[in-house]
T-cell receptor, first 114, second 113 residues
Framework: AQSVTQLGSHVSVSEGALVLLRCNYS??????LFWYVQYPNQGLQLLLK??????LVKGINGFEAEFKKSETSFHLTKPSAHMSDAAEYFC????????????FGGGTRLMVKP | EPEVTQTPSHQVTQMGQEVILRCVPI?????FYWYRQILGQKVEFLVS????????KSEIFDDQFSVERPDGSNFTLKIRSTKLEDSAMYFC???????????FGQGTRLTVV
């Protein structure tokens, strides 16, 4: 069984500031981990994924995430927020022995202030 | 760039009516999924489909739900007799193999009145 917890349903940062969105997971088997972004009135777009290769994963739009097994975390970061980053971000986990079913966290709405 | 397409984007239906949500997955993908997101809640897995049969389903996916791949390109979700609590955004997704990322469609917003 897997689960995902995203701390903070809303995060507000100033433009140019560091973005940190937290994700902790639990999984009974080695996980695959994903971050998806959802812009208003749009579907889910993959930002990045961890599939047991490098623990620091770089994604699109300058985002990256680090898999820390000891902390069961996969936090998403971006050094400098842009207004266009305002969206909802979802962390998700799947079991690497099947990979079919994604379990999502509750989502974090990122707001970027000018 | 290939994408998953869903139709319609918004469907309003009366309680008790049957609805069919349609999806065209990415053409060389083999795994197909439906998820839903009730307003203000998490995205929830409904069902996965591979090799013309259901491979996994959640507790939500009860006898009122069914999926079909009728013609090799479309992937449909049928809700037999809709309830008010079926109102949600329904997302279709596909992947080319298990364990890789799923590509999501734009979603169909289902409103049951």
């Amino acid at each position: 069984a897997q689960s995902v917890t995203q701390l903070g349903s809303h995060v507000s940062v100033s433009e140019g500031a560091l973005v940190l969105l937290r994700c902790n997971y639990s999984s009974s088997v080695p996980p695959y981990l994903f971050w998806y972004v959802q812009y208003p009135n749009q579907g889910l777009q993959l930002l990045l994924k961890y599939t047991s290769a490098a623990t620091l994963v770089k994604g699109i739009n300058g985002f990256e995430a680090e898999f820390k097994k000891s902390e069961t975390s996969f936090h998403l970061t971006k050094p400098s927020a842009h207004m266009s980053d305002a969206a909802e971000y979802f962390c998700a986990v799947s079991a690497n022995n099947a990979g079919n079913m994604l379990t999502f966290g509750g989502g974090t709405r990122l707001m970027v202030k000018p | 760039e290939p994408e998953v397409t869903q139709t319609p984007s918004h469907q309003v239906t009366q309680m008790g009516q049957e609805v069919i949500l349609r999806c065209v997955p990415i053409s060389n993908h083999l795994y197909f999924y439906w998820y839903r997101q009730i307003l203000g809640q998490k995205v929830e897995f409904l069902v996965s489909f591979y090799n013309n049969e259901i491979s996994e389903k959640s507790e939500i996916f009860d006898d009122q739900f069914s999926v079909e791949r009728p013609d090799g390109s479309n992937f449909t979700l049928k809700i037999r007799s809709t309830k008010l609590e079926d109102s949600a955004m329904y997302f279709c997704a596909s992947s080319n193999r298990g364990g890789t990322e799923a590509f999501f469609g734009q979603g169909t917003r289902l409103t049951v009145v």
